[in-house]
Each structure stands twice: as structure tokens, then as C-alpha cells.
């Protein structure tokens, strides 16, 4: 049994906290919400978040970040990916000395282009940190319906080790070394769910958003390499399984967001869809690697506004042909 801090009430949060109580761990949240704390460790719910889903009744929340990091041996950073440096320094003078910190928002932060481990490791850079991402949405997790993650550390025995400790009935951990790869996939993969609901919203058909996803699951690949990932790790749970979750499933808000542009609605009152956030830095990373990347590009453009989804359609459709696989010709 590990003592875990989760940092962030929201959805994943507070999914991830109620999975690992109910696999027998001491789990404390920690929100910036007091009312939110409250409704978790008193009613067990959290409805804002995540509507009748029951909470167990041995899970706490506060707003208190000494109360919440007490005795701390693993923590589990899981505010947005734009807060995640906020909150890792709000952490710094709470922190016991040997705890191992997990990132586990999906984002590249868009004022540095870091990954969130890396936004993490350089506010606290005395402690081990790694990253657990993969095809996992929280209105699942918090049911306890099964879910495979992949866990990365920096070292290898280190991450099979942890990842014996929390996996459990429900939450099943594949152990990699491969932390900057393992941060990749989630972060894309939300731009590409963008891009394939904007397809579905402009009615283009089943046979274009498997186009899409293909497509954009090469410039994943081409893109993750580029910034130091393993090909396989793309390959995995982290990679192409969460792209096909978030693509191909009504309940990715980022999806439901693209829906929402490809219809032409207002999408101001939507749940966060952090590849919104990401498209930007993931676009100027790709133009410093020289990669070539038109779907997320076309969907920066229709998302600044400054395209239309018809036009991002005629757009990828002209554009010159080429070798499918140019890298092995
Ligand atoms: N919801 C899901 O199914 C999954 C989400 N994730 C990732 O987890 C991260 C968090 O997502 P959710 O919990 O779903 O988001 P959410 O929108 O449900 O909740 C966000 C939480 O963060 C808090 N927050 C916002 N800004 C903050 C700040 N500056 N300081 C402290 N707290 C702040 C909000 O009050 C809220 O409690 C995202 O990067 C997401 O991609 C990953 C896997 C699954
Ligand atoms: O990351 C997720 C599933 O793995 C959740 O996706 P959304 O953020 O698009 O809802």
C-alpha cells in the first residue's frame, strides 16, 4: 500500500484518487476549490465533474497543500496542462524529500514547449519524476471499468516496480523508461481527436476520419521522433490506443469539441479540450524540426479561425501526392 497525493479535483483527478482507494491505497486530493473538497470528502460525489459516479467513503479532498502532501510517497500531478507549473511550485514547500512525482495532464506547456514531466522536473528538480498516460476516460475509471495505462519512470526497474504496486483489479500498468515518449501520444493525439471531429461535425463521412486518423497518427510519429520518443512507445497504449479512444468516441471532450467547430456552434461553454491549448506549440515544434504536419497545422488554422472547415477539407485533399511511407523508400 502506497500513501498518494492527487493533485487537481477535476474529472481525472478525482477518477484516478477513488480507482487507487478502491485498490487499497491511502489517497489524499488536493483541490483549489474548498466546496469541491468538501463535496468529495463529505457526499462523496463530485458532480460538477463527474455527475452520480459514487466516490469511496475513506477518500478525503482539501484545499490545503501541507495537509494534502503529508507523508507523501507518490503524487500524482493532474491539474490542466497550462497549471501544471503553477501547481508544482505551489507544491515545492510541501513536498517530502524522496517522493516520486507523476505527471498526468495531456499538453505541451505553450509559453516553454516543455512536456509536463519536464515543466514538473525544473520546479522541483530534486525528486524522480514520470509520467502515466493512456487511453483512459475518468467517466470509465471512476466506475472501476478496466483500463490499461502505460507508467514511464526514468529508469526502467523503477517504473516496474511502481507499476507492480499500483496496478490493481481495474487499473492494469505497463511499465516504460520512455517518459518523453509517453507524454507525446496524449499530448497529439487531443489536436488529431480535434481534427477528426471536425470532420464528423462537417458530416465528411466515416472514410475521411479514418483518413485522418491515419494520417495524423504518422505526423504523431514523425513529430514524437523528432522530439526524442521511441517509435514503439507511439506504438502503445500511450500512442496509437489513446488516439483511437479519444477519435472515435462522443465522450472525448476534445472530440465533442470538434464536433462543435465542424457544425458551426458556440463552443465558449465547453469542457476543457486541452489540445485548443497545445495545436500552437505543437505547430511551432513541428516548423523547428522541419516536419511536416498538415493536419495539426489545418487544424490550428480552423481553430484561429483563420480557415473554415470546408476549406481545411479542399485544403488536405489537393495536396501534392506523394509516397505513403516516404522515410522507408
Ligand atoms: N478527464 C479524462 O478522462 C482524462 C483527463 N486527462 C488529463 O488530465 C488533465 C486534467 O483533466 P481533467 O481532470 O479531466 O480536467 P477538468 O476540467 O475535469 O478539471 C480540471 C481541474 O483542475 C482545476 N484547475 C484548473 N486550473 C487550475 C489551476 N491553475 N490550479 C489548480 N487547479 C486548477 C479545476 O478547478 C478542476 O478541478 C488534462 O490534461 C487531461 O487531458 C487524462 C486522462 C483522462
Ligand atoms: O485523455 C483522455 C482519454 O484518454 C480524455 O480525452 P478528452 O480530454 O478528450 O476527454
Not at 28 to 48: D, K, M, V, Y
Not at 288 to 301: D, W
Amino acid at each position: 500500500m502506497s500513501r498518494i497525493s492527487v493533485i487537481g479535483t477535476g474529472a481525472w483527478g478525482t477518477a484516478l484518487a477513488a480507482a487507487f482507494t478502491r485498490q487499497g491505497h491511502d489517497v489524499r486530493l488536493w483541490g483549489r476549490n474548498a466546496a469541491t473538497c468538501e463535496e468529495i470528502s463529505r457526499q462523496h460525489s463530485n458532480q460538477a465533474y463527474l455527475g452520480d459516479a459514487r466516490l469511496p467513503e475513506s477518500l478525503t479532498a482539501t484545499p490545503d497543500m501541507t495537509v494534502a502532501l503529508e507523508d507523501a510517497e507518490i503524487v500524482l500531478f493532474v491539474a490542466p496542462a497550462q497549471s501544471t507549473g503553477d501547481v508544482a511550485a505551489q507544491a515545492t514547500a510541501h513536498l517530502p524529500q524522496d517522493a516520486v512525482l507523476i505527471a498526468c495532464a495531456k499538453g505541451i506547456d505553450n509559453r516553454t514547449g516543455q512536456t509536463q514531466s519536464e515543466v514538473i522536473g525544473e520546479k522541483l528538480p530534486d525528486h524522480v519524476v514520470g509520467v502515466l498516460s493512456g487511453p483512459s476516460f475518468a467517466a470509465d475509471v471512476v466506475r472501476g471499468l478496466p483500463t490499461a495505462l502505460t507508467l514511464a519512470l526514468p529508469e526502467q526497474e523503477m517504473a516496474q516496480a511502481l507499476a507492480q504496486e499500483l496496478s490493481g483489479d481495474a487499473i492494469r500498468l505497463y511499465a516504460s523508461d520512455d517518459t518523453i515518449g509517453a507524454q507525446i501520444g496524449g499530448s497529439l493525439k487531443n489536436v488529431m481527436a480535434i481534427a477528426v471531429g471536425i470532420c464528423r461535425g462537417g458530416g465528411m463521412g466515416a472514410s475521411a476520419e479514418a483518413a485522418l486518423i491515419t494520417r495524423g497518427y504518422a505526423e504523431l510519429v514523425r513529430l514524437g521522433v523528432a522530439m526524442g520518443a521511441r517509435p514503439e512507445t507511439l506504438m502503445g497504449l500511450s500512442g496509437l490506443g489513446d488516439l483511437v479512444l479519444t477519435c472515435s468516441s462522443e465522450l472525448s471532450r476534445n472530440f465533442a469539441y470538434g464536433i462543435a467547430v465542424g457544425r458551426g456552434q458556440d463552443v465558449s461553454g465547453l469542457k476543457l479540450a486541452e489540445g485548443v491549448h497545445t495545436v500552437s506549440i505543437a505547430n511551432e515544434i513541428a516548423a523547428r524540426h522541419a516536419i511536416s504536419c498538415p493536419v495539426m497545422q489545418t487544424a490550428g488554422l480552423v481553430l484561429s479561425g483563420r480557415m473554415s472547415a470546408d476549406k481545411a477539407r479542399t485544403t488536405l485533399m489537393s495536396r501534392p501526392i506523394k509516397a505513403e511511407h516516404p522515410e522507408t523508400r
